[in-house]
């Protein structure tokens, strides 16, 4: 690793990713990436948050957009390509960020300073956080969470080699179940200074 610090997180739908991400932005004083990544760029391109918002993490569909010379005209391939290019410009800068999602694993490969993590959790600990959450059924979060990682499952398959929540991908995949939220920041946090401090010592 180096002084900059890359935290790129994945995570399945209902584990707390998100929190955690926060949460670990929080301690370690760092800006968090997600969806206001799109407010960032339609504020430079004068574009529009709402509509970018439409296409966000969202897959292509085979068969109804075409690639041309290497280029997609699906929107949401376009638009995950501005996040793309929008976090290698601040990662070739030297800014040190956490992002959630939008393949940052695979975007940032090459740093020194990137951690990869993916979170996972058991079943009964991501339902039950999807039913507080969106005040729906058992049944309903069933299948809103199977809908979603299919989803972040597709998009981050059509955009990167490794494969969604497999652990060859990431430096380390954790159960946040396990632990809890609070937990797993802690931990998470320990790593990230665990990696500095190795980093500083081969030095």
Known sequence: MSKQQLIAIGRESGSGGYEIARQLAKRLNLPLYDKNLLEKIAEEKNGDADLLRKFDEKPKIIGVHRVVDGLSN?????????????LLTRARAGESFVVLGRCADEILKGFPGLVSVFVLADESFKLTRIMAQNNVSQREALALMAKTD????????????????????????????RLGIEGTVELLEHYIHARSEQSRELS
């Open 150 to 177: 299919r989803q972040r499952r597709a998009y981050h398959n059509q955009h990167c080699k490794g494969q969604w929540g497999e652990a060859g991908t990431y430096d380390l995949t954790i159960n946040s179940a």
């Open 74 to 86: 699906a929107p949401g391939d376009q638009i995950a390509q501005m996040q793309f290019d929008y």
